[in-house]
């Protein structure tokens, strides 16, 4: 009869408590909404990047407003460990050294993302990018006669025993700077009082120690376990062909001669999502993609005797992971063409031109001492030349005893002495101040729009940025033409501006753009673009990345063509019934296209083109050499939760004096409930009626 109340009381006790969890965790923490990390990565040798503990790391909130107050972190400080917040101009490779140096006083730090790029330049990229994928003779080796990135601190490429973020400066961080301001700033050097203001980093990291430690285990959780603890950087390759070739038939086709046309699909920064690469990524892309649009009438309608692929390598930043799975591949027989098939290569590198009109011809000082090699490479900067009188342009050589600049075009001489040229806005040493940082953005590129313009009229705005671009692809386009064996003088062969600028805005302002949507669904109709710069690091091998899609669905319909057919034909890879074999020869994709002007309903089309992907994982994995010097070893440490929060916290004395009244309330609670437990017959008999008992 006393149980059922009880029982149901209890029950709404804990259903009260239940329901407001949630609210008291609200008030006790401040959650942080972007939040972007540092992450772990592993190659054959060691690991690299940042880590919390398994739980999170704790630590008072300090701000860090000059180097000269580092002290308080370091030594002078009486309430370690502390949480760093670095405004962004004290990101430096000194300022974290000295940090990292004293990891058991800091328990991570938060990088406040700035608003405007630091004048004097900033890379946290090795100052020799790529420098073990190199094969040169030992003077030109690991940079001994040109350091290509001065400005590299190799930040990038240490490992913090501690987490790292990068936060928006945004409401978040003014409520941080507010909760430092109110309870944690000294006042004359004298102790802040408690409850100070704390933070807790979650970014706890699977793998340890390299990548073949973390296979092996990967190996093991596959037949006990099914958590991996590290994944392989990859994604894919995209290409294209000026003409179509049977892809069924694979390795060497006799009689065709090839030029690839290459750039590269990735850059990276000091944190995991933020790699907008604008100089260092975007501006070589979208010059080739310019360059395959310009290309695109003029090589259907002339009889060319070499056929121009147009190719776009992934993982480039690690070592060439998506040059040398293609290369790995034309050895083995298992691409569309070997390199017997390659004539020559022409790579679009980093080419913002930032108001200057001069281009670099870099080419191999090696290969080019056989005399075949030579003369093909004189040719092609030849019609490089004689390209660029026409536009106002100066292309230049730098010294013939010069080093290639770190390019995909490594790879290729790795195999063999091939022809090639790389195309570049430098003579020796980057001009870009901002190589593989969160910096080099679309203002660095001068991609910038008058105030006061709407996303549409952004989109269709011609910048200044793809006005010298779409010379650089013009220039491209009439050199590649002529170096596959088209009359130059033929076909008036122009870079549109306008589809430049278009591109510009879609992988360096806002890839979900109208633009965009009408060719959605080459991939799928449900492919997310984000609303904001597109993230050019190249993650891991599970799924397409955003610049990945994007340069599929632009590439497909910059080289492509309209079939009359319908969607079901479209998406089963022919033009009719009838058709069987053109598949082997062209890939059919479905756009969803533009909604009429009165109507919500899209009228889609089917595009016919030879573009196509290929694996850009390296081939270390495919042969299971972890430990391998030709070939990239990169992984990624896998992880469950990314988040932070601030919070007070009380002093130790209050934590202790309230461990020690919630143990005397425990035990007295105790004590109450065996007291009355063993008298409950006494305290509760409140004596029986008589059963006969009428009212």
Known sequence: MYGMPMTIFLFVCLFVTGVSCNSVGDKIYVDFKDNIPCVRLLNATHQIGCQSSLSGDVGVLHLLESEENLDWVLSSGPDPPYMVMLESTLFTRSVMMKLKSSSNRVAGVVVVAPNTNPSAGFSPHASCPNENSEKYSPSLAHCNATVWNPLGNNLSYEEFDFPIFSLKDDNDT????????????????????????????????????????????????????????????????????????????????????????????????????????????????????????????????????????????????????????????????????????????????????????????????????????????????????????????????????????????????????????????????????????????????????????????????????????????????????????????????????????????????????????????????????????????????QQMSEPTILVQFMLANLTGSVVNTTQENCNNQKENEDDKETKHLYYYVWAQGAAPPNGTEREGFCVRSTCRTTKAVSPAFELEEYTSSNYSTWTESRWKSIKGRIFLVASHDLEMLTLGVGVGVLLTSLLLTFFISSKADILFNSGREPTNATY
């Open 174 to 541: 003014q409520a941080m700077r507010q909760c430092y301001m109110d309870h944690n700033r000294p006042v004359n050097g004298s102790k802040p009082r408690y409850p100070l203001c704390a933070m807790q980093l979650f970014s706890h990291m699977s793998a340890v120690t390299d990548t073949a430690t973390c296979m092996r285990r990967n190996s093991i959780a596959m037949s006990l376990n099914p958590e991996f603890v590290c994944d392989p950087l990859g994604d894919v390759n995209i290409w294209a062909l000026s003409k179509p070739l049977n892809v069924t038939e694979k390795g060497h086709k006799p009689g065709e001669s090839v030029i690839i046309a290459a750039a590269r699909l990735d850059s990276r920064s000091f944190f995991f999502d933020i790699a907008p690469g604008a100089e260092s990524t975007a501006s070589g892309l979208v010059t080739l993609l310019a360059v395959a649009h310009a290309l695109r009438n003029a090589t259907q309608e002339a009889q060319l005797n070499t056929t121009i692929m147009y190719t776009f390598f992934h993982g480039e930043t690690f070592d060439y992971i998506g040059s040398s799975r293609m290369v790995f591949d034309m050895e083995r027989n298992q691409s569309i063409i070997d390199l017997d098939n390659v004539h020559s290569v022409l790579e679009v590198g980093q080419v913002g031109l930032h108001g200057d009109t001069k281009l670099w011809l870099h080419s191999d000082p090696v290969s080019r001492r056989n005399s075949s090699i030579d003369e093909e490479v004189v040719k092609l900067i030849k019609n490089l030349n004689s390209s660029a009188k026409s536009l106002n342009f100066s292309v230049e050589e730098p010294g013939s005893s010069q080093a290639l600049p770190p390019s995909s075009f490594q790879r290729f001489l790795r195999a063999r002495p091939i022809p090639g040229v790389v195309i570049e806005n430098h003579q020796s040493t980057f001009t870009n101040r901002y190589y593989q940082s969160m910096y080099d953005n679309s203002d660095y590129l001068n991609v910038s729009y008058p105030p006061g313009l709407t996303p549409e009229e952004q989109l269709d705005f011609v910048t200044d940025a793809a006005k010298s671009l779409a010379k650089v692809a013009t220039l491209v386009a009439r050199a590649l033409f002529v170096q596959a064996g088209g009359n130059g003088t033929r076909f008036n062969i122009e870079a549109d501006e306008l589809l430049v600028s278009r591109l510009l805005y879609s992988f360096l302002v806002m890839p979900n753009n109208s633009w965009f949507q009408i060719t959605k669904s080459f991939i799928s109709i449900n492919a997310y673009f984000s609303n904001t710069t597109t993230n050019f690091y190249i993650g891991v091998n």
